[in-house]
Each structure stands twice: as structure tokens, then as C-alpha cells.
T-cell receptor, first 119, second 112 residues
Framework: GAVVSQHPSWVICKSGTSVKIECRSL??????MFWYRQFPKQSLMLMAT?????????EQGVEKDKFLINHASLTLSTLTVTSAHPEDSSFYIC???????????????FGPGTRLLVL | GDSVTQMEGPVTLSEEAFLTINCTYT??????LFWYVQYPGEGLQLLLK?????DKGSNKGFEATYRKETTSFHLEKGSVQVSDSAVYFC???????????FGSGTRLQVQP
């Protein structure tokens, strides 16, 4: 099946620094990628929808200037957490939609997630 | 807005027991419905899906039927195994944005 990778798998940073997380579709092209945040023992909350070559669409309550998303190619989207603070510590998960798959546009493939800890 | 409600866990069963995890949804239009599974230390994997009313999704012995009249998509398996221990998420995809809305997840623990 389709594979989505994330890098890094975990990161620890100091408060005030910025952290970039990469999401790659390894064997398919993804015109749309999604970024989610998962708190411990809770569900995934959609943060933003990333479309290749255009600006991301953010969910209500998500700060655009805080969470910068870039989707420069059909296989790569990046999420940058700017001026990170301890409350940004979380598990960040991306997914990519393979519109060409037999499963149709409903098929999303998830990355393994990136655990961020801000000290 | 769209929402998904699934039964709280954890659910603890003995091997070979019957499993039901309830899921109901609220949505405008005709969403597609999904079950995802998250094994310990791994990312979410699609377990099964149904795209229209009365469709039955099935995979690895798991089944779920899209019931429009009750707005439900309950997950069932006739005989669970220890290897089924994981967190199960019910989700819907709206027809417009095509983004997923997840339920809170249900942790299943199967004991030998």
C-alpha cells in the first residue's frame, strides 16, 4: 500500500525555537495533505489542509502564523511550529490523499507521527 | 458541524470473544465513513470504509455497515485475537472539504 513518512519521528526543543516537520508521500503523488494534532489519549484534531502550490486552509482556532505549512511539491508538505512553547508539545500527524488510487479520493494514508516536546 | 461519537473504552475482552464498538455520527449531506486502527507505536491505518448507505465495509474479519436511518457505523468482529489489541477510531469524511472528522477512539485490549 501507499506509504507516508514523517521526519523527525520525535524532537525535543527549547522554548522559543522553531521546529520543522516533514511529511512525504513515498510512492504516490498527493495534491492534498492534512495535518492533525493528537493529545494523549484523545482523538486527532484537524489543524489544516495543505494543497500543493497554494496556501493552506486552517481550521478555526489554529494560528496561521504559529503553524506554518508549505506544500511545495506533490510529495512533500512541511509544518513549522514557530516560537514553540510547552503548550505546543503534542503528537503531530500528517496524512496524504492519493487521488489516483482505486480507492478514490476518500483514501487517505497516514504518517507515523512526530512527537514534539518543548521544554 | 460534523461530529463522530464512539463508545468510550477501554474495552477488555478475552480471545475469541465477540466485539462491538459503537459509532454514531452527525453530518450534513452524505459522508463516507471509516474505521481506522492505531497499533501501539504505529500510525493510523485504514481498517475499512463505506461510502454510501447500506454499504458494508469489511477487512481482516472486521465488519461495519453504513446505517443512514440510525446514523451509525458500528464495528464488529466475531472472534477477536490478542493481535487486535489497538485503538480504533471511527471517522467520517464530508463530501465538500474531504477532510476527516474523528471520534475519540476506543482502546481494545484482548487477553489470552
Amino acid at each position: 500500500g501507499a506509504v507516508v513518512s514523517q521526519h523527525p519521528s520525535w524532537v525535543i526543543c527549547k522554548s522559543g525555537t522553531s521546529v520543522k516537520i516533514e511529511c512525504r508521500s513515498l510512492d504516490f503523488q498527493a495534491t492534498t495533505m492534512f495535518w492533525y494534532r493528537q493529545f494523549p489519549k484523545q482523538s486527532l484534531m484537524l489543524m489544516a489542509t495543505s494543497n500543493e502550490g497554494s496556501k493552506a486552509t486552517y481550521e478555526q482556532g489554529v494560528e496561521k502564523d504559529k503553524f506554518l505549512i508549505n506544500h511545495a511539491s506533490l510529495t512533500l508538505s512541511t509544518l513549522t511550529v514557530t516560537s514553540a512553547h510547552p503548550e505546543d508539545s503534542s503528537f503531530y500527524i500528517c496524512s496524504a490523499r492519493d487521488a489516483s488510487a482505486s480507492g478514490g479520493q476518500e483514501t487517505q494514508y497516514f504518517g507515523p507521527g512526530t512527537r514534539l516536546l518543548v521544554l | 458541524g460534523d461530529s463522530v461519537t464512539q463508545m468510550e473504552g477501554p474495552v477488555t475482552l478475552s480471545e475469541e470473544a465477540f466485539l462491538t464498538i459503537n459509532c454514531t455520527y452527525t453530518a450534513t449531506g452524505y459522508p463516507s465513513l471509516f474505521w481506522y486502527v492505531q497499533y501501539p507505536g504505529e500510525g493510523l491505518q485504514l481498517l475499512l470504509k463505506a461510502t454510501k448507505a447500506d454499504d458494508k465495509g469489511s477487512n481482516k474479519g472486521f465488519e461495519a455497515t453504513y446505517r443512514k436511518e440510525t446514523t451509525s457505523f458500528h464495528l464488529e468482529k466475531g472472534s477477536v485475537q490478542v493481535s487486535d489489541s489497538a485503538v480504533y477510531f471511527c471517522a467520517l469524511m464530508d463530501t465538500g472539504r474531504r477532510a476527516l472528522t474523528f471520534g475519540s477512539g476506543t482502546r481494545l485490549q484482548v487477553q489470552p
